[in-house]
């Protein structure tokens, strides 16, 4: 059985070698005809001797001669090794530190193959296909500026504090849809005694807190790679709600209505902790 037309094709998948001495019709470079027959022979003048030759020779001798080959469709789970990825947010190269925020792991896929064995030793692999089970994960290993202080602006801890609470554990990642506010558009006038608090009692900081969906405990840290050059070092604390906020859904607090123009909206990679 085959699907191919071509005479030298039929032969490859067949594995027929046509001896030098042989004659083969269809040639090698035409169609199969209307027949669906190839004929190999001796060439004519050697006909008689090799007739003569082999009424001596034994069936058993003649297979004999033959290599079987034989093929198998065999399945198997293959490793796609993780990357490591280095995120540099430190202001200086002296007195820093090095930090795993995400473990890496290692991917699988299902590769499936064609094997050609020769007297039961492998000669020949194809790859048919290939199917992703599991997508690795990525190293993450951030590089910041050792914490010496914490300090920091609007009594925002240094990222570095932010990222040690969280050490050894693993995120989950999720793109979420990010928007931006500030105390103003939060509707309590400037001078109203809960004109910028969150929800969670504490007082909104910018590159510290976001509002995020009911299923995102207070309190919960979120590294968000976009922000990763700024202040924060891109690391941030769950201190607020959103009647708008949906668990898909992320708003970043700014200290201006400009920045919240300008940040807009947009989909950012997220991990949670």
Request: glycine share 6%; charged share 35%.
């Given at each position: 059985m085959t699907n191919k037309i071509l005479v030298s094709d039929i032969l490859e998948e067949n594995n027929i070698i046509v001896l030098p001495d042989e004659d083969i019709y269809p040639n090698r470079e035409s169609n199969i005809d209307f027949t669906r027959k190839i004929t190999i022979s001796k060439n004519s003048a050697e006909k008689k001797i090799i007739a003569e030759e082999t009424e001596s020779v034994?069936?058993?001798?003649?297979?004999?001669?033959?290599?079987?080959?034989?093929?198998?469709i065999i399945i198997e789970q293959v490793e796609i090794p993780f990357e490591t990825v280095t995120k540099d947010i430190s202001t200086s190269d002296e007195d820093t530190v090095d930090r795993v925020i995400q473990n890496g792991r290692n991917g699988l896929k299902e590769v499936k193959y064609k094997v050609k064995y020769q007297e039961e030793q492998e000669i020949e692999r194809t790859v048919i296909s290939e199917q992703i089970i599991r997508e690795p994960v990525d190293k993450i290993i951030q590089i910041a500026t050792r914490v010496t202080s914490r300090s920091g602006v609007r009594g925002m801890p240094q990222p570095g504090s932010i990222a040690a609470s969280v050490e050894g554990r693993e995120p989950r990642v999720a793109t979420l849809n990010a928007t931006a506010y500030t105390a103003s558009t939060c509707g309590k006038p400037i001078g109203h005694p809960q004109y910028g608090i969150t929800a969670s009692g504490a007082l909104a900081t910018s590159y510290y807190t976001v509002a995020a969906g009911p299923s995102i405990p207070m309190g919960t840290v979120i590294y968000i790679p976009y922000f990763a050059d700024r202040p924060n070092g891109g690391w941030f604390v769950v201190q607020d709600r959103g009647g708008a906020i949906s668990d898909a859904k992320l708003d970043v607090y700014f200290d201006t209505i400009e920045e919240c123009r300008n940040f807009g909206r947009r989909n950012l990679e997220c991990y949670i902790y």
């Open positions: 034994t069936t058993e001798e003649i297979l004999g001669k033959y290599i079987t080959v034989a093929e198998k």
